[in-house]
């Protein structure tokens, strides 16, 4: 392999002695992936397949009077039209989708709008037609009368007395599942985490430091776009081809959107275009599903760049007060945070998580946190990356950034002071396991990016830390070994950054054989156990334990069948290495895989796994920049991102998680954002507008893994995917305080406030 | 609407013929009439680069080029960069080098890449940013990218 690879350094634990995992296989998908074969979403080919369209509201708040649909069911080539009375109706009914309680009525009404649009973009009707012109000509012959209403896009606005209210009778849930407020409002939750005596702890601090910050909405920015084609079969079985991270998921919101057994709807899932928490939610499955119905024939719907701008879920504007004390040793002993975070259009977003990550890194005794879900006239958001983690870390971090300022104290020592560690609890309640905070940093502080000289005018370096949960939950896994010594392996996992083969290498490991005799297929809904979505970086955690207890199933078949060769008890067969032996016996994996059909046929062996808890990742970022002061723009010099992953089963694709998520968070920290007019209208909803990082924004971005072995997982494994965009928007905001001596309390820090702030001073303060 | 537009063209070597609507694009067609769905539709207005093909030899946002434009032309789609029985180095190192997370944008960015080595076997860091400055990907950050084409670029001289 070339030496331009340039892999990372990877701190290991001492014990470590695996054959495969460590190693850098080919990804299993990897040709199909770059010669143009693979199948997304929106290659599915179909007989008498058709296409439909979306049509999405022009109103930010309205209550809709009336749709007529008739000239453009008579348009010619138009096969359906369907609006939400083809829905039916659900009530008020909670339904648990393995994610936690979803409304129905909401998931539904934000498929197809019911009463009232809530945002611009809200999807209203559809159709389909012969092709996506004709569909698309059709939308612009459907007649809605809206009643335009006031709106709200501000979270802190839409907590006032007299706001606009979304939703007339949402009264906000002061207790999860409890108490609810008695006059409605847009607030849907308040989520409160109290202990010790912060007031008190305030009073006693050695130096507090409090402030206030915003963010902006901002979007996951997947490059395919939603697409879903569905069959609807005159036997009344539903079929959906998905683009989406969790088949089953998209199953059962599809069934109970409809009201069909979950046994009529198969979910095909296709290769899927990145989702970073975006394609959880099903928006297009419902609606095609429907236009299928009514003409008999398979419907595609792909949503337009501005359609998923405008009509999915983004992540949350926010608003966060944060105040930190310290003792004369650097001590953190009080903390308080005042969080509200816009949901959208719809209640349920990612403030849980929120209060819950906010001092997630940190050993606090006194600590206060208050977090809001707030209602405003915008897309309902949804989960990205690490859901609630970035906003509070940007908080925090630019917080204790200026405490060590103002204790003349280096930056990470105020960290490791402060480090959650084996036996933290966090204000929220749980108690950390093992885990590798204090590494990382003192990973960071050793590192050569860390130690060497900035020069030169207007230039800066920042750090920051940053935390996620990473889950466990539910996953299967089918295996056949096949009678070359091969193994297929059937799981349920949408692949959406090289987990085949990092599933495929822990059962390979635990085989004793080559990642490439692994052969790994995502397979559809009818054809694997049930499997949680790929979320919450628990693939190749969840799914990877799945697949080493196929493996231990497969050695113990095994073992019987070597028995019966050697006419012994299985009990005293061993297995290790590849090799199965008793006494002066011994066989390869390989040799006994042909010989199995001779001794009672070929192995099949399955597992479901539903490990409970958190792995909980860390990383550490350190960046260097410079400031443009005549513009306002921001260069990044050098970016270096530290993590603990455990094990890094497949150390490539690790690298590819850090690097790719720090990039989403310095676009975060410096560029993105939803600009919103007075009506509520989305001024920026196309890629060059809303403007993610390019290859030309960015430098190379160097990593570091750390492997504190998780001990939950029979290697460690910790999941590695969300933790990365934590930390970028803190590190970068400590690094143009740096360069520039401005503290910039608002995201993101583009060209216009980072100017402003410099030549009028008028957004940060120093 | 009108009558369908009878073009004549030439795609990854082969003389093809087909018939489209005025207001169809380039991309649609190599998708949906030829079935060569290796080109990507991101954006649909130029923005994302996922459908690059060339376009005699130029690389081009085939969602921005009308399909009827495409008369008398010599296209190159991702389908083409790899023979019958090996993978083009670039593909080699985008594998080797773990470029690709999700794979929407890779054939976009294979095909810019490969008109980029084509053109100047020997770029800088900052000439491949720039040349793949059209094409977004979401996943990688760039880093193993920039790498993968750095290692063809090698690989390709070595070859010579």
Redesign the interface.
Known sequence: ??E???HAQIIKDPDDNYKILGT?P??H???D????????G??V?LQGLVEGAILRSPEAHARILSIDTSEAEAHPGVLAVTTSADFPDLGDKIANLGEGPVNLAHLAANCLAKDKVLYKGHAVAAVAAQNA?IAREALDLIKVEYEPLPIVTDVLEAMKDGAPLLHEGLLTNLVPGGEKAEAPSNISDHHHFKRGDTEAAFEAAHIVVEREFTTQTVH??????HVATAHWNQDGQLTVWASTQGSFSAREQTSEVLQIPISKVKVIPC??????GGKIPIYLEPVAAVLSRKCGRPVKI?M??DGVFEGTGPTPASFMRIKLGVDEAGKMTAGEAWLAYDTGAFPGGVIGPGVMCVFSCYDIEHAHIDGYDVCVNKPWTKAYRAPGSTHVAYAVESVVDELAEKLEMDPIDLRLLNAAREGTKRVDGPVYPRIGLIETLEAAKNHDHYKSPLEGPNRGRGVAAGFWFNIGLKSAATAHVNADGTVTLLEGSTD???TRTSISMQLAETLGIAAEDINPKVADTDSVGYTDITGGSRVTFATGLAAVEVGKDIISQMKERAAKLWECEAADVEFSDGIFSQGDNSISFKELCAKLSRTGGLITARASVDPQGFTNGFGVHICDLEVDVETGKVQILRYTALQDAGKAI?P??V??QL??????GIGWALNEEYLFDEKGHMLNP???DYR???????P??DTVIIEVPNPSHPFGVRGVGETPIVPPPGAIANAVKSATGIRMTELPMSPPRVHSAITEDGNGAS | MGKKIHVSTTINGEAVEFLC?A??SLLEII?DTL???????????G??G?CTVLMNGVPVDSCLVLAVEAEGAELE???S??NEEH?HPL?E??????A????????GF?VSAKALLDGHPEPT?EE???E?????????????????V??AS??MKEVK
């Open positions: 392999m070339s331009n690879f340039n850098r080919v990804r998908d990897g040709v992936k770059v010669t143009g074969r693979a199948i997304y929106n290659d080919q012109h996951q920015g997947y490059i395919e776009p290769e899927i275009g990145g989702g970073f792909q337009t760049r959406i950054g090289g497949h490539s694709y690298e590819g690097q790719g998520g720090s990039v989403q196309t890629m060059l993610m990082p390019t290859a030309l924004d960015v190379m971005i | 609507e207001r169809q998708r079935t060569l769905t290796g080109a990507k539709e991101g954006c649909n207005n923005n994302c996922a789609t991702v389908e960069i790899a993978l593909q190192c985008f594998l080797e080098g773990a690709l997370q999700c794979g929407i944008c890779t054939p294979l860091e491949i940013r720039f793949l400055s059209g094409n977004l990907c979401r996943c990688t950050g760039y880093d193993k990218i920039v790498r993968a750095q290692a090698e690989r």
